[in-house]
């Protein structure tokens, strides 16, 4: 373990601006969200590193609070009062994120395979959207922490504009 989150010396850097890339709406957004996820990453990999596997609620809290201290601070350990719609998608009523997300927690400690597991995280933490603001940069990083953790590269997912 101690090897592999070692040599990651570019790790936060790279791992920093793609993430930042991929949501920023303009310049000012990019060096927000590369300043928070810069200082976001040395954290995940210091939970690694002391054998913290992602696998509890509370960890999404302290991801939001340094990937968007803006909006944490509007919540503060609550996930978001307000209906989203993220396109054409209606994201679950507020007051079923908490069950949601618990339950997600608890499946998520249930499945073996760790690919599976990453993926079902993203998945179920897009379609859920607890937060505000943040979810996507906060479930890529849990998602990087899962796969990370269990000695996997980091990966990058990407939304793909489809040509209708």
């Not at 995940?44 to 509370?58: A, G, R, T």
């Not at 597991?117 to 859920?128: D, S």
């Not at 990083?141 to 953790?149: D, F, G, Q, R």
């Given at each position: 373990?101690?090897?592999?989150?070692d040599?990651?010396?570019?790790?936060?850097?790279?791992?920093?601006?793609?993430?930042?890339?991929?949501?920023?709406?303009?310049?000012?957004?990019?060096?927000?969200?590369?300043?928070?996820?810069?200082?976001?990453?040395?954290y995940?990999?210091?939970?690694?590193?002391?054998?913290?596997?992602?696998?509890?609620?509370?960890q999404?809290?302290q991801?939001?609070r340094?990937?968007?201290?803006?909006?944490?601070?509007?919540?503060?350990?609550?996930?978001?009062?307000?209906?989203?719609?993220?396109?054409?998608y209606?994201?679950?009523?507020?007051e079923?994120?908490q069950?949601l997300v618990?339950?997600l927690?608890?499946?998520l400690?249930?499945?073996p395979?760790?690919?599976i597991?990453?993926?079902?995280?993203?998945?179920?933490?897009?379609?859920?959207h607890?937060f505000?603001?943040g979810?996507?940069?906060?479930?890529r990083?849990?998602?990087?922490?899962?796969?990370?953790?269990n000695?996997?590269?980091?990966?990058?997912?990407?939304n793909?504009?489809?040509?209708?």
């Open positions: 373990m101690d090897t592999f989150t040599s990651t010396n570019n790790l936060t850097e790279l791992l920093s601006i793609k993430n930042a890339q991929m949501e920023a709406q303009n310049e000012v957004e990019l060096k927000t969200n590369h300043k928070n996820l810069y200082k976001t990453i040395p995940v990999l210091s939970e690694i590193k002391i054998d913290i596997p992602f696998n509890k609620e509370i999404l809290f991801l939001l340094l990937l968007s201290p803006e909006s944490y601070l509007l919540h503060l350990n609550r996930y978001r009062d307000t209906l989203v719609m993220v396109g054409h209606i994201c679950p009523e507020f079923k994120i069950a618990s339950q927690i608890y499946n400690n249930h499945i395979h760790l690919i597991k990453a993926i079902y995280l993203h998945h179920q933490l897009i379609r859920i607890p505000e603001d979810n996507g940069r906060a479930t990083i849990a998602e990087n922490w899962i796969l990370m953790y000695l996997y590269a980091p990966t990058y997912i990407k793909k504009k489809r040509n209708m």
